[in-house]
């Protein structure tokens, strides 16, 4: 199994709501990334967990809220977002902790719409 | 600071008219240098891994080459299916565990 699943694939929601994103992988990575892409520009690192700790915070609101309940699973928790959030939210893994590097692997993103 | 600039921005090229994607990078200690594809509103397919100058790796029409300061994305004979956006990033040692990733070009293939 070489796929990094995220769901929903589409969620829209309004500033008062509270919602959560998921990503699963299962090829045993022990590095997995919250990324954010707005339209024609390249993903924008939010956070990485190594080893299922927190080990980068990319000066994030906190209205995006992390989580890594296990070594394959990775939660964004959004709570109070503002219209200018909207974008794809992209997961990633890798095979390596983040000091090995090595290829990170996408999965499908969820678009995420603010109203 | 690391930095990764690709060119051009935008290609247009008709089927069968081959041609390459520029990747020019400034890293402390190049860890790794990673090219992906995405098509719209889906997430970037892993394509190639480059450590070393003079390295090379070939996927069907793609070939990816590494020299110390910039990498290229050579296309032969493209097909219509090979439009997307192509993206380039780097790891430096600099960066642990963050891709710098170029602006990517966006690749158009007319029948």
């Known amino acids: 199994d070489t796929e990094v699943t995220q769901t929903p694939k589409h969620l829209v929601m309004g500033m008062t709501n509270k919602k959560s994103l998921k990503c699963e992988q299962h090829?045993?990575?022990?590095?997995m990334y919250w990324y954010k892409q707005k339209a024609k520009k390249p993903p924008e690192l939010m956070f990485v967990y190594s080893y299922e700790k927190l080990s980068i915070n990319e000066s994030v609101p906190s209205r995006f809220s992390p989580e890594c309940p296990n070594s394959s699973l990775l939660n964004l928790h959004l709570h109070a977002l503002q219209p200018e959030d909207s974008a794809l939210y992209l997961c990633?893994?890798?095979?390596?902790?983040?000091?090995?590097?090595?290829?990170?692997?996408f999965g499908p993103g969820t678009r995420l719409t603010v109203l | 600071e690391d930095q990764v600039t690709q060119s051009p921005e935008a290609l247009r090229l008709q089927e069968g008219e081959s041609s390459s994607l520029n990747c020019s990078y400034t890293?402390?200690?190049?860890?790794?240098l990673f090219w992906y594809r995405q098509d719209p509103g889906k997430g970037p397919e892993f394509l190639f891994t480059l450590y070393s100058a003079g390295e090379e790796k070939e996927k069907e029409r793609l070939k990816a080459t590494l020299t110390k300061k910039e990498s290229f994305l050579h296309i032969t004979a493209p097909k219509p299916e090979d439009s997307a956006t192509y993206l380039c990033?780097?790891?430096?040692?600099?960066?642990?565990?963050?891709?710098?990733f170029g602006q990517g070009t966006t690749l158009q293939v007319k029948p």
């Open positions: 090829m045993g990575h022990r590095a």
């Open positions: 990033a780097v790891h430096g040692s600099s960066n642990t565990g963050k891709l710098i």
């Open positions: 990633a893994s890798s095979h390596a902790g983040t000091s090995g590097g090595g290829e990170q692997f």
């Open positions: 890293v402390s200690g190049l860890r790794g």
